[in-house]
């Protein structure tokens, strides 16, 4: 069982890396030799596949880093 959790949590950190790696290419994407309609195209594809891999993510790693993560926010609200 151990191991099938260690699957999951590798895969879910895999993905949000992934959700990194669209984030970054959406910055890159206004240096190319590209055109105002591929330029807007490319960056609006890029940030459905960051937030989608993102959340996508998420769901593996469970309870515990949701938890983590809206512990964190209403810390930084005052909540």
Same mark, same amino acid.
Not at 15 to 31: D, E, M, T, Y
Not at 57 to 65: A, D, N
């Given at each position: 069982?151990?191991?099938?959790? @260690?699957?999951?949590?590798? @895969?879910?950190? !895999?993905?949000? +890396?992934? $959700? !990194?790696?669209?984030? =970054?290419?959406?910055?890159?994407?206004?240096? =190319? *030799?590209? +055109?105002? =309609?591929?330029? =807007?195209? &490319?960056?609006?594809?890029?940030?459905?596949?960051?937030? *989608?891999?993102?959340?996508? *993510?998420?769901?593996?790693? *469970?309870?515990?880093?949701? @938890?983590?993560?809206? #512990? $964190?926010? #209403?810390?930084? &609200? +005052?909540?």
């Amino acid at each position: 069982m151990a191991r099938r959790d @260690s699957w999951k949590k590798w @895969s879910g950190l !895999g993905l949000i +890396g992934l $959700s !990194g790696v669209w984030f =970054a290419l959406i910055f890159l994407v206004q240096f =190319a *030799g590209l +055109g105002l =309609a591929a330029r =807007a195209l &490319l960056s609006t594809t890029f940030l459905l596949l960051m937030e *989608g891999t993102f959340y996508v *993510g998420i769901f593996p790693l *469970g309870k515990q880093v949701m @938890s983590t993560y809206w #512990r $964190s926010i #209403r810390l930084k &609200l +005052g909540f």
